[in-house]
């Protein structure tokens, strides 16, 4: 059965720093990896969704990486804001058989400090 | 604007009277599915519909139904709702099936008292 790890579970910075969320999973077959952040008291936000075949994408300041030999992603986050304070999900499809839906981590909660 | 809506947002009911959760999206997705959150589980997957009139279960089926009669609209129906079935839900949809990029609604917090 899959199982997402996220680490760490919480992680507070100052404003300006860059930083790296990491996510790893347990079955190397998947579909694809998706990163969410969730606001309190709203729903998950789509962030970046990498494809199997892919290595990395960006969008904006964030860049995610996929290494599905070693079974882990990371979330880039460069010159982090306040703004980014949410916590942050990474979740996997299984392309071989199995759960159908995503399989989530638990999440990195992140403070960024002003 | 591109959304998965859920309705109501928040409910408090009591034990044993029954609900739904609608939710509806208008990006013509064929793939929805509902998802509890709990804290310390996470995210599970309850049912999932790859097209109308075509649902399955997910990882956490038991006490819930669904329906998918029309291709934007996915309830989610406690029967006989328990203690045990509050939680947090989402209702999310996809274009490209369960490996396409996954939308979430906003969510809807459910205590059975």
């Known amino acids: 059965k899959q199982e997402v790890t996220q680490i760490p579970a919480a992680l507070s910075v100052p404003e300006g720093e860059n930083l790296v969320l990491n996510c790893s999973f347990t079955?190397?077959?998947?579909?694809?990896l998706q990163w969410f952040r969730q606001d309190p008291g709203k729903g998950l936000t789509s962030l970046l969704l990498?494809?199997?075949?892919?290595r990395e994408q960006t969008s904006g300041r964030l860049n995610a990486s996929l290494d599905k030999s070693s079974g882990r992603s990371t979330l880039y986050i460069a010159a982090s804001q306040p703004g980014d304070s949410a916590t942050y999900l990474c979740a996997v499809i299984g392309s071989g058989g199995g759960a159908d839906g995503l399989t989530f981590g638990k999440g990195t909660h992140l403070i960024i400090q002003p | 604007e591109a959304q998965v809506t859920q309705n109501p947002r928040y409910l408090i009911t009591v034990t044993g009277k029954k609900l739904t959760v609608t939710c509806s999206q208008n990006?013509?997705?064929?793939?929805m599915s509902w998802y509890r959150q709990d804290p310390g589980l996470g995210l599970r997957q309850i049912y999932y519909?790859?097209?109308?009139?075509?649902?399955d279960k997910g990882d956490v089926p038991e006490g819930y139904k669904v329906s998918r009669k029309e291709k934007r609209n996915f309830p989610l129906i406690l029967e006989s709702p328990s203690p045990n079935q509050t939680s947090l839900y989402f209702c999310a949809s996809s274009l490209l099936g369960r490996a396409g990029e996954q939308y979430f609604g906003p969510g809807t917090r459910l205590t059975v008292t």
């Open positions: 519909s790859m097209n109308v009139e075509v649902t």
């Open positions: 990006m013509n997705h064929e793939y």
């Open positions: 990498i494809q199997s075949s892919q």
């Open positions: 079955d190397s077959a998947i579909y694809n």
